[in-house]
């Protein structure tokens, strides 16, 4: 299948520690985003890398830190896990993104759902 | 500093009614305007993107509107079934393909 997928589905973890999650598309796009679903449910971006390139850093605490090995891959790492941190986060792609232009249209992967106890 | 609302946040209606979700945005310098299905404890479904070209794109029952000058866009879905259920969010796009959301409008299709 096509698609956007994402790993762990569910992360359950302790305050103070480190975790990861992947994220893989097989799409053949150039661009893929982090996006963070809050307890009310509102999404905001986090990251996006054009080519394995970081492309966008929306004010996240640089305990988030994304790696793109290569286009279809972006995983994120989050140091020192905190009670705020709780939440769904989704993976992204799009074919292409530009600086003076938008992108294609952008496919999402099913999520993570992370919880800090 | 660009901001999405969707109207209303939540809506009930009976099967094969119509439905009309409305979305605003307060800068009109978007790429272009995604609508989103999102069911309890999923992902986000692509439904319609309409470029800021544009004024409208259907597909099947689906139908958007776009008027980028006034902010506005409109997603209509026409004969609704109870699988029509979900949360439907619209997002603008800026620069670098990055995506505003907003809050989601709740909907519900009782048979």
């Known amino acids: 299948d096509t698609a956007v997928s994402q790993t762990p589905k569910y992360l359950v973890t302790q305050m103070g520690n480190d975790k990861s999650i992947k994220c893989e598309q097989n799409?053949?796009?150039?661009?893929m985003y982090w996006y963070k679903q809050d307890s009310k449910k509102f999404l905001k971006i986090m990251f996006s890398y054009n080519n394995k390139e970081l492309i966008i850093n929306e004010t996240v605490p640089n305990r988030f830190s994304p790696k793109s090995p290569d286009k279809a891959h972006l995983n994120l790492h989050i140091n020192s896990l905190e009670l705020g941190d709780s939440a769904v986060y989704f993976c992204a792609s799009s074919a292409r993104a530009g600086p003076g232009a938008g992108s294609n249209e952008q496919f999402f992967g099913p999520g993570t759902r992370l919880t800090v106890l | 500093k660009q901001e999405v609302t969707q109207i209303p946040a939540a809506l009930s209606v009976p099967e094969g009614e119509n439905l009309v979700l409305n979305c605003s945005f307060t800068?009109?310098?978007?790429?272009?305007l995604q609508w989103f299905r999102q069911d309890p404890g999923k992902g986000l479904t692509s439904l319609l993107l309409?470029?800021?070209?544009?004024r409208e794109q259907t597909s099947g029952r689906l139908n958007a509107s776009l008027d980028k000058s006034s902010g506005r866009s409109t997603l209509y879905i026409a004969a609704s079934q109870p699988g029509d259920s979900a949360t439907y969010l619209c997002a603008v796009q800026g620069s670098w393909g990055k995506l505003q959301f907003g809050a989601g409008t709740q909907v519900v299709v009782t048979p």
């Open positions: 800068d009109s310098a978007i790429y272009n």
């Open positions: 799409l053949g796009h150039d661009t």
């Open positions: 309409i470029q800021s070209s544009q």
